[in-house]
């Protein structure tokens, strides 16, 4: 065994039955269904890795700087865009306003403009290195951009299933990166069973969202960069535009293993994680508000706010979970709010996607109703550019 291996990575675990599967080999969805997880070695990685070695480690490696926390075994295999490592920019008119403290995590300035670089970055690198010949997914729209991205990077081609009327600047995205594109006249959901139709008959490597283990690793760098820009003080709360769920489980991840390892302000419990939706498709915040411990398919999804037209997240169960473990909460704004965030926001300097508007008035409301209390400390989540959707018109 290397004295100073690039990975903890020891296998992979379902987050339903507990089954472990090893990592060493392509996997997808547990034999019971279940979302794998993958699990690291961290009492020796503690030992080995004081957390005061990172600060050392330059800025423009990007998400790579938590190599030990990544799975991939061969750093040669990265295949990288320049991820990562993007601001957390305090909102001071928002947290005098409020009584509270508050950023914005801007994912907006990542390749191809979305947090779904992250995902893309680590997960077309370990498909690499597990020798994946086609990967393909299905995406609202970002996610296809992004893969096809890292694909082109990385020379192996890449399969996007997108609806028809996904974000036209993805779906061009898609094909500049030289992507195969298929539009399908629907939502995501029905992108995703064409995928599967294909993976079935043709072995393409499914990239679904969950579907594989390493998008989710890619997504969790999110939590840590969140606490180390924090100095290791957690925030209170994180609030989260909730589609697939990649993210938010990302960050509960990735909170989860900073405490194992000793590396948070042991005062302070991991961050209470919120799930953002827009009104017109909000199947976790129906069945949070249900009390439920599954989500139900969402009829007649339709919102701007193309990332979270998510009607039934396969990992909606394991959403619901990291919500009442973390005493989160869930809740579902209007396209008219969204509208008028994206307009209010800019205004202060920052075109955010209409996902990461939604935060905005999600924020007011939980501070109007006391779920936010004064002087906390709190992370909005920004997962996107503006620039990404030049067609969608805010609201004065
Ligand atoms: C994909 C996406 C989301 C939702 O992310 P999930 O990880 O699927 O929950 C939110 N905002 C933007 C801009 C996205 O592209
Ligand atoms: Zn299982």
Same mark, same amino acid.
């Given at each position: 065994?290397?004295?100073?291996?690039?990975?903890?990575?020891?296998?992979?675990?379902?987050?339903?039955?507990?089954?472990?599967?090893?990592?060493?080999?392509?996997?997808? *969805?547990?034999?019971?269904?279940g979302?794998?997880?993958?699990?690291?070695?961290?009492?020796?990685?503690?030992?080995?890795?004081?957390?005061?070695?990172?600060?050392?480690?330059?800025?423009?490696?990007?998400?790579?700087?938590?190599?030990e926390?990544?799975?991939? $075994?061969?750093?040669?295999?990265?295949?990288?865009?320049?991820?990562?490592?993007?601001?957390?920019?305090?909102?001071?008119?928002?947290?005098?306003?409020?009584?509270?403290?508050?950023?914005?995590?801007?994912?907006?300035?990542?390749?191809?403009?979305?947090?779904?670089?992250?995902?893309?970055?680590? =997960?077309?690198?370990?498909?690499?290195?597990?020798g994946?010949?086609?990967?393909?997914?299905?995406?609202? =729209?970002?996610?296809? $951009?992004?893969?096809?991205?890292?694909? $082109?990077?990385?020379?192996?081609?890449?399969?996007?299933?997108?609806?028809k009327?996904?974000?036209?600047?993805?779906?061009?995205?898609?094909?500049?990166?030289?992507? #195969?594109?298929?539009?399908?006249?629907?939502?995501?959901?029905?992108?995703?069973?064409?995928?599967?139709?294909?993976?079935?008959?043709?072995?393409?490597?499914?990239?679904?969202?969950?579907?594989?283990?390493? #998008?989710?690793?890619?997504?969790?760098?999110?939590?840590?960069?969140? +606490?180390?820009?924090?100095?290791?003080?957690?925030?209170?709360?994180?609030?989260?535009p909730?589609?697939?769920?990649?993210?938010l489980?990302?960050?509960?991840?990735?909170?989860?293993? *900073?405490?194992?390892?000793?590396?948070?302000?042991?005062?302070?419990?991991?961050? %209470?994680?919120?799930?953002?939706?827009?009104?017109?498709?909000?199947?976790?915040?129906?069945?949070?508000?249900?009390?439920?411990?599954?989500?139900?398919?969402?009829?007649?999804?339709?919102?701007?706010? $193309?990332?979270?037209?998510?009607?039934?997240?396969?990992?909606?169960?394991?959403?619901?979970?990291?919500? #009442?473990?973390?005493?989160?909460?869930? *809740? +579902?704004?209007?396209?008219?709010?969204?509208? %008028?965030?994206?307009?209010?926001?800019?205004?202060?300097?920052?075109?955010?996607?209409?996902?990461?508007?939604?935060?905005?008035?999600?924020?007011?409301?939980?501070r109007?109703?006391?779920?936010?209390?004064?002087?906390?400390?709190?992370v *909005?989540?920004?997962?996107?550019?503006?620039?990404?959707y030049?067609?969608?018109?805010?609201l004065?």
């Amino acid at each position: 065994m290397p004295t100073s291996p690039a990975t903890y990575l020891l296998h992979l675990e379902c987050a339903e039955c507990r089954a472990i599967h090893p990592a060493d080999q392509e996997q997808h *969805l547990c034999g019971c269904g279940g979302v794998l997880l993958a699990r690291y070695d961290l009492a020796r990685l503690a030992s080995d890795f004081p957390r005061e070695r990172l600060a050392a480690r330059p800025w423009q490696s990007g998400l790579w700087r938590y190599a030990e926390l990544l799975p991939l $075994a061969d750093p040669a295999n990265r295949v990288s865009l320049g991820e990562g490592m993007t601001p957390l920019l305090p909102l001071d008119w928002l947290g005098t306003e409020l009584g509270i403290t508050v950023w914005l995590k801007d994912e907006g300035l990542n390749p191809t403009g979305a947090f779904k670089a992250r995902g893309a970055a680590v =997960g077309v690198s370990r498909a690499k290195e597990l020798g994946a010949k086609t990967i393909a997914l299905p995406t609202a =729209g970002n996610a296809g $951009a992004a893969w096809a991205a890292y694909g $082109a990077r990385a020379g192996i081609p890449v399969i996007v299933a997108m609806p028809k009327d996904a974000p036209p600047l993805t779906q061009r995205e898609a094909q500049l990166y030289g992507a #195969r594109l298929h539009l399908v006249n629907g939502l995501i959901s029905d992108a995703g069973a064409w995928i599967a139709a294909g993976v079935r008959e043709h072995g393409w490597y499914d990239a679904s969202t969950f579907k594989e283990p390493y #998008r989710l690793e890619g997504k969790k760098t999110l939590g840590l960069e969140i +606490a180390e820009q924090l100095d290791w003080q957690a925030p209170d709360v994180i609030l989260y535009p909730t589609g697939g769920g990649v993210g938010l489980l990302g960050l509960w991840k990735a909170f989860e293993e *900073l405490r194992a390892l000793g590396w948070l302000a042991a005062d302070r419990p991991a961050p %209470r994680l919120v799930v953002v939706q827009a009104s017109g498709c909000a199947p976790v915040v129906r069945a949070w508000e249900s009390g439920a411990t599954q989500t139900a398919f969402w009829e007649g999804a339709a919102t701007i706010a $193309a990332g979270l037209r998510v009607p039934g997240p396969l990992a909606g169960g394991l959403m619901l979970r990291a919500l #009442r473990e973390t005493n989160g909460t869930a *809740l +579902a704004v209007e396209d008219d709010a969204i509208r %008028r965030a994206i307009g209010e926001l800019a205004r202060a300097g920052c075109w955010v996607c209409p996902e990461g508007a939604a935060l905005l008035p999600a924020l007011r409301q939980l501070r109007a109703a006391g779920w936010v209390r004064t002087g906390e400390r709190v992370v *909005l989540l920004n997962t996107g550019a503006g620039l990404v959707y030049p067609d969608v018109e805010p609201l004065a």
